[in-house]
């Protein structure tokens, strides 16, 4: 279902080129927008830079990853696809981040109310719901109601299934001893964009090769002999160099360099749209402007249906 | 700022590079922004108004079904995320085909009154519409294409472990090609490993007898149920089964399925609620007997007394009555779509007057998942 379904189709870029091109593209537009008026320096000093936004953004999926590790590591990253078309400043991560987490819950079948969610957060547990509640339909919006995410975690189970029924028969656990550092690879992908470019079960062989490395164990017999049996020379080079990007993709992550976040959230706070700042003002105030509106609309039916129903009445007795 | 003006959608497509930001605007005071006109409406889902409606600019008429968004505590419906998802992820020619979604434009503040609409393509009937006008009548070959396509959809389902849970009559589309589309997954749900599912499901009359006794880890075979009670209304024109309480429905399933106990349905009294109906003792089963002034086709008699069968664990599976005689031997499934051609409006339950022979109440429906006092309670049952 993979192949037919919303992620291989529209979630899926051809390099990391692409997704900071477009990251990059939704911080200009954001620049453009509230920057109207400033020169280049002013807007450098004052707006997040694309580096910026991304050094923020590896900070924030760090704390989602970990949040997510206390009830279901496979949840779907949600927030990875909706920062690729808008930018830090327009939505801040914690609000969106929190949102990101309870529509994966629900979307997951991991059932648990509002209540029960913003039970385990620390703080105004009230204001936590609203934002979630405030910014769901938001975030569906911007998603394009895209909600499946594969994941590698599935298909690792079926590579280890597939190695103890066709290639190492009778050796069960030598197949199991794969699975620690398999998986553990597959987590650590999780927190790279590996997701964004390359198919789940390739990061889950990815995963499986790199694991069968550490042991010392070579898997290209069944790769080449099993796996992609009657397949051209041309598509197992093609595998085998996919492989090695992702292998090279998740071993080579840049550690998070921890002393420069403090700044940029700092940054932060005086550059972002203050209308979707569920703390501002201006966001308040249109909060409420909306209920108001719905009272005048309902007012306006009610008035609406009074005259028509006097107008029935005239009728009835004959009165033009 | 938009209440009654139609939404706005996605151009769908793939991941929207936004560089064109009056995409973003919204025209507050221009009624004619939105992509879909409304022409009337055409039933009510489980959680909302159907409409019938056309795009604007390519004329194509579509099925817009709204998802209400007022008082809902737990945010987006948990139904329709389920509705929308199992959707995305099922594409066959027997399943009713979502197009996209829309809505009014998407901000933080309006949640309270956004209103979704999930747009399908168009069918021009519905099975019980279609059934509640004397005018349409269906030969023997027809009511095998109907079924065919029926449990064909089932089969399909089925296989990406996908449970309907709400099979019935007016959720069986007909196109006027004579395509058979199963409809509202509004109930739908994955089967997983979790396996305490809510047993309010099911439009009453069409609820198997394990989900009326209580059971919570069921599967397929719910459906299959309900797809019995649908063949057999082919011929009786009128859902069979008409109870009023959950109580009468248990008592006309053993009226003509025979007495519900452990020898014909080992287990049976290990359920929740055996001891708590009352189980009707001594009846026989009749199903053959009861149906045949209707059916005539004795292949279709088999079929429907395997369809109908008490113990869901030897209830016939979609796949083996698609090999069953029924459909194999003369007259062979005929296309419905010649027979469609003389009528010329769409039938739907909807518009069509009640067809009520027996008197019964109406059907109740099924649990709808609606904001409840206590969040708990709504959420246990949704499961």
């Known amino acids: 279902m993979f192949a037919s379904g919303t992620q291989k189709n529209h979630w899926m870029f051809t390099g990391p080129e692409e997704i900071d091109l477009l990251r990059q593209e939704a911080n200009e537009r954001f620049v453009n927008e509230f920057g109207k008026n400033m020169d280049e320096d002013h ?182 002999g099993v796996l992609m049996q009657g397949t051209t020379n041309e598509e197992v080079k093609k595998m085998a160099s996919q492989i090695k990007r992702i292998k090279y993709l998740v071993k080579n992550q840049p550690s998070l360099q921890r002393e420069l976040i403090g700044p940029v959230q700092r940054k932060l706070e005086p550059c972002r749209n203050q209308a979707n700042n569920p703390e501002s003002e201006i966001y308040k105030r249109r909060l409420e402007e909306m209920f108001e509106e719905e009272e005048e609309e309902r007012s306006r039916k009610r008035q609406k249906l009074m005259e028509e129903e006097r107008a029935a009445e005239r009728a009835l007795i004959g009165i033009p | 700022m938009h209440h009654s003006q139609p939404p706005t959608s996605h151009p769908g497509g793939g991941p929207i590079r936004q560089t064109n930001r009056h995409e973003d605007l919204d025209f507050p005071f221009c009624p004619d922004s939105g992509k879909y006109e409304k022409l009337a409406k055409i039933g009510q889902g489980t959680f909302g108004e159907v409409f019938k409606a056309r795009d604007r600019k390519t004329k194509q008429v579509v099925a817009m079904k709204k998802v209400l968004m007022e008082n809902e505590k737990e945010g987006f419906p948990i139904t329709a995320l389920r509705e929308i998802k199992i959707l995305q992820q099922l594409k066959h020619e027997n399943v009713v085909n979502l197009i996209e979604i829309c809505r009014t434009k998407a901000t933080p503040y309006n949640r309270y009154k956004s209103t979704f609409y999930l747009i399908f393509e168009f069918c021009e009937h519905d099975l019980a519409g279609l059934l509640s006008n004397a005018n349409v009548m269906f030969s023997l070959g027809e009511i095998k ?11 399909y389902i089925h296989s990406n472990k996908i449970l309907h849970r709400d099979m019935k009559a007016a959720n069986i589309l007909i196109t006027k090609m004579g395509i058979l589309k199963l409809a509202d997954f509004g109930l739908a ?46 011929w009786t024109r009128s859902p069979i089964m008409q109870g009023k309480t959950e109580q009468h429905q248990l008592q006309l399933i053993s009226q003509l399925c025979g007495s519900i106990k452990p020898e014909v349905w080992p287990g049976c009294d290990k359920l929740e609620m055996y001891n708590k109906l009352e189980v009707p003792d001594g009846q026989k089963r009749k199903v053959k007997e009861r149906l045949k002034p209707y059916v005539k086709d004795q292949y ?44 010329s409006t769409s039938m739907f339950e909807y518009l069509a007057p009640p067809r009520r022979p027996q008197g019964a109440g109406r059907p109740q429906m099924p649990i709808q998942v609606r904001p409840n006092q206590n969040m708990d309670q709504h959420f246990e049952r949704v499961f």
């Not at chain 1, 000093?45 to 970990?66: N, T, V």
């Open chain 2, 189 to 234: 749900r994955a089967l997983s490993h979790i396996s305490k599912y809510t047993n309010r499901v099911v439009t009453l009359w069409y609820r198997p007898p394990e989900l009326l006794l209580g059971e919570r880890n069921y599967g397929p075979p719910i459906d299959i149920w309900g797809a019995g009670c649908i063949m057999a209304e082919m």
């Open chain 2, 145 to 155: 294409k109907v079924m065919q396509q029926l449990l064909n959809g089932l089969y």
């Open chain 2, 300 to 343: 279709a008699l088999d079929l429907l007394d395997k369809l109908l069968c008490l113990d869901p664990s030897k209830r016939i599976d979609s796949d083996s009555a698609l090999d069953s005689a029924f459909f194999w031997e003369d007259p062979p499934p005929q296309d419905v779509s010649r027979m469609l051609a003389q009528h």
């Open chain 1, 43 to 224: 807007r450098k000093a004052h707006f997040l830079l694309p580096e910026e936004e991304k050094l923020l953004m590896r900070h924030f999926e760090f704390i989602l990853r970990e949040f997510c590790k206390k009830f279901q590591p496979s949840m779907p990253k949600y927030v990875l696809r909706f920062y690729i078309h808008n930018s830090l400043m327009d939505f801040h991560p914690r609000d969106l981040m929190l949102t990101c987490v309870y529509l994966a819950c629900k979307v997951e079948e991991f059932n648990v109310s509002i209540g029960q969610f913003v039970g385990n957060l620390k703080g105004d547990r009230e204001k936590f719901a609203n934002i979630i509640l405030g910014f769901e339909l938001l975030l569906m919006d911007k998603l394009h109601y895209h909600l499946t995410v594969h994941n590698p975690f599935r298909p690792l189970e079926g590579f280890l299934i597939d190695l103890k029924t066709r290639y190492f028969k009778n050796k069960a656990e030598d197949v199991e001893r794969l699975r620690r550092n398999a998986e553990d690879f597959v987590d650590r992908s999780l927190a790279t964009e590996t997701c964004l470019l390359f198919s789940p079960s390739q990061i889950a062989l990815a995963g499986i090769i790199h694991s069968a490395g550490e042991e010392g164990i070579s898997l290209d017999n069944y790769v080449t």
